[in-house]
């Protein structure tokens, strides 16, 4: 299962397509909906999140509400079409066209693109690579999350830290279900400390980093090989980093770098009637490339967003030294990427998993899946 995307930020849609969907998955659009809904809601969103209604367009690829083995063509309007100044007033040239961005954003992908592709206004390049594509990867993400469902297997997302705040509890699987925008944390005093943190950031201009942590149940072992391009890990590590602002992706427990030795910190085995699986998850569920049967535990680590009101000491398309462009953008993307990186984690889940099991139909894949 592979996503390919397409669409500028301010173009008339996003658009993706789902390719290698076995038949036979449930499609909720309320749940997609639901799930965009909450991706825009996220705390420390910008105002051009809470004007987009992202209502999903279903194109290709389901029957009587499932999937039907094709491919899933996927649409999202965009609601916003014109780019914003610091000051939040819109902008748009004459002809409809917009605005050129010559004051490079440091951190952006402004500098690079304008040299790879040639280009001596870096507005092309903002919108290519926006972080509003992540829309995409919410709603086919929640088709991936509807085939793991039917294998028995959960993901959740929650917040560990934003800016110098964080939170260390030690959460079981339930606590994790059902979490939620603003804040994404089982945890009332937590949702207090980040919302804190993140209105001080908020009222000085400047934007704000954090973790996320992921985790996985219901994956048993064996999914992967040891070899270099199957390997779980690897694999996972790539697409959550071909998410914007993604800066650290990291499995299991840190225990390793606090003093453990090996004998310590590997894993307790355990062999039953069920399975054959692993009973601790401080390799975070991942050995060899293979899942191991175990929670799978990732951290990933969040950039603080380049575009801040205040603007940074840069230099336009010329070489001239000016502030950067201070267009409008979310404090953090901390709580939104909550949504974005569990819809991306499950279409690598399930991109690894028929690659083992079959790409047919999601009962066939059951059964064999089950037989392991």
């Known amino acids: 299962m592979k996503l390919i995307k397409a669409g500028e930020s301010h173009g008339e849609a996003m ?22 809904k909450e991706r825009n809601f996220a705390y420390g969103r910008s105002s051009r999140q809470l004007a987009e209604s992202d209502v999903i367009g279903l194109i290709s690829g389901l029957f009587d509400g499932k999937t039907n083995g094709n491919d899933i063509a996927l649409s999202i309007k965009n609601d916003v079409r014109t780019v914003s100044s610091g000051d939040e007033s819109s902008d748009k040239c004459a002809d409809g066209t917009l605005p050129p961005l010559t004051k490079l954003r440091p951190g952006h992908a402004d500098l690079p693109g ?97 973790i996320v942590e992921l985790r996985v149940c219901g994956v048993k072992a064996g999914i992967g090989s040891y070899t270099a391009e199957s390997r779980v890990s690897g694999a996972i590590a790539r697409d959550l980093f071909s998410i914007q602002a993604v800066k650290g992706v990291r499995f299991g427990d840190i225990s390793f770098s606090l003093g453990l030795y090996g004998s310590e910190y590997s894993d307790e085995l355990q062999f039953d009637e069920n399975a054959k699986r692993v009973k601790t ?37 010329f070489g001239n030294p000016v502030l950067s462009a201070k267009e409008r ?23 690894l998993i028929t690659k083992d099991f079959g790409c047919d139909n999601l009962s066939s894949i059951a059964a064999r899946y089950n037989e392991r």
């Open 15 to 36: 658009t993706g397509i789902l390719v290698g969907v076995p038949a036979g998955i449930p499609v909720d659009k309320e749940k997609i909906n639901a799930d965009l």
């Open 114 to 210: 304008i040299v790879r592709f040639g280009f001596e206004d870096a507005r092309a390049v903002a919108e290519g690579s926006s972080a509003r594509n992540t829309c995409i990867d919410v709603a086919a993400g929640r088709i991936a999350l509807s085939m793991l469902e039917g294998l028995g297997i959960s993901v959740a997302a929650f917040v560990r830290a934003v800016g110098k705040t964080s939170d260390e509890s030690d959460y079981s699987s339930d606590a994790l279900k059902d979490l939620h925008a603003p804040f994404f944390t089982p945890s009332d005093s937590a949702a207090k400390s980040f919302k804190e943190e993140t209105d001080k950031v908020a009222k000085n201009g400047d934007t704000v980093g954090g």
């Open 281 to 317: 998850s401080r390799s975070g569920g991942i050995d060899g490339g293979m899942t191991n049967g175990a929670e799978i535990k990732i951290t990933v680590a969040v950039k603080p967003l380049p575009t801040s009101k205040k603007g940074v000491p840069s230099s336009d398309v």
């Open 329 to 351: 953008a979310d404090v953090t993307a901390v709580f939104a990427l909550c949504s974005i990186l569990r819809a991306r984690l499950a279409i690598t889940l399930c991109d």
